[in-house]
């Protein structure tokens, strides 16, 4: 089956950029969307189709996938606290939706 | 606004059954396709089901093939998920999902609304 890998952790200072990736195979030949969760709500979904921002998500979320890699990222740029958060990304492979592991993003 | 409501959670027994329920409103339901996501305590997302905006696509995880149904009622904005030969490993929140396209099995599926979940626990 399919697998997305995430860093369990990343930290990054309040204003600085930090990237969040996530491999798998061949993932640059298909869409790969982002969410974050904060502890005890509902996942937001922050980027879908790979750069797409939903309405709402401030400009600071951005996403990007190589098209011919196995890498995306979630790049959060001027961080805030707020952004403290569990980040997973996702995709769609042979019929199933798969998920990362989870990057748990601390802003120190 | 969109509202999404699971409800039906609770504790079973191992091998037992149980019914989630999903109560949805502020959006043309059967334009979208639905699913169910799990989060076991402290960890992280999975995918369970998803069905078709018409219902004539269905779509499992592996790890729930052959014991759970996914089902809809466009005329009652519910989404439905039967639940059968439960294991200690279904432990877990149950979050309804709203995707962003009526097609169950795309590439572009995402999922732009979600309940706060309903939660499930196999234990004797």
């Known amino acids: 089956s399919y697998e997305l890998t995430q860093p369990p952790s990343v930290s990054v200072s309040p204003g600085q950029t930090v990237n969040i990736f996530c491999s798998g195979h061949?993932?640059?030949?298909?869409?790969v969307c982002w969410y974050q969760q904060k502890p005890g709500q509902s996942p937001v979904l922050i980027i879908y189709e790979d750069r797409k921002r939903p309405s709402g998500i401030p400009e600071r979320f951005s996403g990007s996938n190589s098209n011919s890699g196995s890498t995306a990222t979630l790049t959060i740029t001027g961080t805030q606290a707020m952004d403290e958060a569990d980040y997973y990304c996702q995709a769609w492979d042979s019929g199933a939706v798969v998920f990362g592991g989870g990057t748990k993003l601390t802003v120190l | 606004e969109v509202q999404i409501v699971e409800s039906g959670g609770g504790l079973v027994q191992p091998g037992g059954s149980l019914r989630l329920s999903c109560a949805a409103s502020?959006?043309?339901?059967?334009?979208?396709?639905m699913n169910w996501v799990r989060q076991a305590p402290g960890k992280g997302l999975e995918w369970v089901s998803g069905i078709s905006w018409n219902s004539d696509s269905v779509a499992y995880a592996a790890s729930v093939k052959g014991r759970f149904t996914i089902s809809r009622d466009n005329a009652k904005n519910a989404l439905f998920l039967q639940m059968k030969s439960l294991r200690p490993e279904d432990t877990a929140r149950y979050f309804c999902?709203?995707?962003?396209?009526?097609?169950?099995?795309?590439?572009?599926?995402?999922?732009?609304?979600w309940g706060r979940g309903t939660l499930v626990t196999v234990s004797s």
């Open positions: 061949e993932l640059g030949e298909k869409y």
């Open positions: 502020g959006f043309i339901f059967d334009d979208y396709a």
């Open positions: 999902a709203k995707s962003i396209v009526a097609a169950v099995t795309t590439r572009t599926t995402a999922f732009d609304s």
